[in-house]
């Protein structure tokens, strides 16, 4: 009896031991996978790009939905007005581009993905509306939390049903708030959020523009991308010419000003004091008014600010004693905002759309940053924590741009073009095994129903 004891304890402890490999080869396959992503609806015609061939697009069009697969390297979708969609299995994280209002990019955010949005408002000049989307077959809820330049911060639970997407304008949770930071905790169910800011000037439109979440809290905030920082300059005196019949004084010359704004909140109980410096590809430069700067607790401020020499590309590095969130609103330049983001993965792919810029800072130290494309030879580029490194897709077409580093690089795109500018920050995909999904509602049956055929 003890033999045959024996042989069985030995013949399940060789299974055991022969499936170690499998179950490590297994776990880092599922470490490989990417939560799937969400391109929200929108009512104005915009594009999908999606890279990669294997990649699976659901359609959801009200509670009904349609599965199908991607074909080629690379795909624009154009989805009739209010479908979103889910994507899963993309090479790349897939990016919406929208040109009703100008020019706007947004990378599809994740599933059940925390955020922090540095930007938006609710004062008589916005419309900005937070877009959600739960593709789950069971109602989702979210805890979001607001900070004003006004008031105390307000909490509030919202809940979006199954299988819908639902817009909620910002005035409803607290109207004529000019300067806010949302953050927002997906708590239960498959749930993904975006930001949409709309601007207006009395009936005309003045700018739109998806604002991306920002890096979470932390000492030291990096913005890759800055636009157009123009030079400080004293305004001359107005002259007076000689009193004739008809004549005026000369107008004073306007001076050039920056009207960059960096709007920043320190979330904790205590304030905080930052200082800012600008990293452009000849050097580093402090703002004008941006250096040892107070702020007060849970109060969100806005500084509008300049440099003693004009940039026309810049980085923005914020240091402080406290953690802080921080962003740029390029105003002038078609409405633009510019979060700090996160150090990229040592391995990351991203879209870039054709003519568009790759704007990359080290976090500390100097970093090698090599850059693939397809087939063509690899680019190696020298990444530095004290001055901004660019790099143009120079190709007419889409590209998915392979990036690897020995060392953190914080990285955004820009794209000027004949509809206006954007930025798309380079963000972390979400794991499937990272713990950020919740853990009920991820084996949903998805298809089978068709999509109607009119809105």
Not at 9 to 20: Q, R
Not at 354 to 375: F, H, N, Q, R
Not at 421 to 430: E, G, H, K, S, T
Request: proline letters at 6%.
């Amino acid at each position: 009896m003890k033999k045959y004891l024996f042989i069985a304890l030995l013949a399940i402890a060789t299974l055991i031991i022969s499936l170690l490999p499998h179950a490590s080869v297994e776990g880092e396959l599922q470490s490989l996978r990417f939560s799937p992503e969400i391109c929200p609806a929108s009512k104005n015609s915009t594009q999908i790009v999606v890279a990669g061939a294997s990649s699976r697009v659901q359609i959801f069009r009200g509670k009904k939905s349609k599965l199908s697969s991607v074909k080629k390297s690379f795909t624009i979708l154009t989805p009739m007005p209010s479908d979103w969609m889910e994507i899963s299995e993309s090479a790349g994280a897939p990016v919406l581009v929208d040109r009703s209002a100008g020019l706007s990019l947004l990378a599809c955010p994740g599933i059940a993905e925390p955020a922090w949005f540095v930007g938006g408002s609710s004062d008589v000049s916005s419309q900005d509306q937070l877009v959600l989307a739960n593709d789950g077959a069971s109602a989702a809820t979210l805890l979001v939390k607001m900070w004003s330049n006004q008031d105390r911060p307000v909490e509030q639970s919202l809940t979006v049903p199954a299988r819908t997407s639902k817009n909620l304008r910002l005035d409803t949770l607290a109207p004529g708030v000019k300067s806010m930071v949302l953050y927002i905790e997906p708590q239960v169910g498959r749930v993904s959020i975006a930001l949409q800011s709309k601007k207006q000037t009395g009936l005309k439109s003045a700018g739109a523009d998806y604002i991306a979440a920002s890096a979470p809290p932390s000492l030291d905030q990096l913005i890759p991308v800055v636009l157009g920082v123009k030079k400080i300059v004293a305004a001359k005196p107005a002259t007076t010419l000689k009193k004739k019949k008809g004549a005026k004084k000369t107008a004073a010359p306007k001076a050039l000003s920056s009207i960059r704004t960096l709007r920043v909140l320190a979330p904790g109980e205590g304030g905080a004091t930052f200082s800012a410096t600008l990293l452009a590809s000849d050097g580093s430069y402090i703002p004008v008014g941006l250096d040892g700067v107070s702020l007060e607790p849970g109060t969100v401020r806005d500084f509008t600010f300049t440099t003693s020499v004009p940039v026309t590309l810049s980085a923005l590095r914020i240091t402080s004693d406290v953690p802080i969130v921080a962003s740029v609103n390029n105003d002038d330049a078609d409405y633009a905002w510019s979060p700090a983001v996160t150090g990229m993965e040592k391995e990351s792919s991203v879209l870039m759309p054709p003519k568009a810029l790759l704007a990359m800072v080290a976090s500390s130290g100097p970093t090698v940053a090599i850059l693939t494309v397809g087939s063509k030879s690899a680019t190696s580029l020298s990444v530095s924590s004290e001055k901004l490194t660019s790099w143009v897709n120079e190709s007419k077409n889409w590209a998915l741009v392979h990036i690897s580093s020995n060392g953190t690089v914080h990285g955004s795109i820009v794209l000027i073009d004949s509809s206006g500018i954007a930025v798309l920050p380079i963000r972390n995909r979400v794991r499937v095994g990272s713990g950020s999904l919740p853990i009920s509602d991820l084996s949903v049956a998805r298809g089978g129903a068709s999509l109607p055929t009119s809105g």
